[in-house]
Nanobody, 127 residues
């Protein structure tokens, strides 16, 4: 059973940066697609970005150009570097491993398409 654990959350002022990490235990990332999701208070969980085994990534429009996702397949870790943070980035951030390795339709963006999920880490951006 793959377990995912996020770390690196915290408080940051608007315009600042933060890096979140995701580590796997009990299993590996393998060649599965990995992703970050987030959920703000009172809002639905949303896709932040996903990354293929090869390193190719897809980002939500709301974070494109500000967030960068990377993964180390040998270490089974994934990072999201978040720059130019805004108060609207405040949320619990989750990492997840997809059910799919090489889906023909590209990186999945729906939460249900990810089989393993972490418990989340809180990111709070103050204005």
């Amino acid at each position: 059973q793959v377990q995912l654990a996020e770390s690196g959350g915290g408080f940051v002022q608007a315009g600042g940066s933060l890096t979140l990490s995701c580590a796997a235990s009990g299993g590996t990332f393998g060649t599965y697609i990995m992703a970050w999701f987030r959920q703000a208070p009172g809002k639905e969980r949303e896709f932040v970005g996903g990354i293929r085994w090869s390193g190719g990534a897809l980002y939500a429009d709301s974070v494109k150009g500000r967030f960068t996702i990377s993964r180390d397949n040998a270490k089974n870790t994934m990072l999201v570097q978040m720059n130019s943070l805004k108060p609207e980035d405040t949320a619990v951030y989750y990492c997840a491993r997809s059910r799919y390795r090489f889906p023909p339709t590209g990186v999945p963006t729906a939460w249900d398409e990810y089989e393993y999920r972490g418990q989340g880490t809180q990111v709070t951006v103050s204005s």
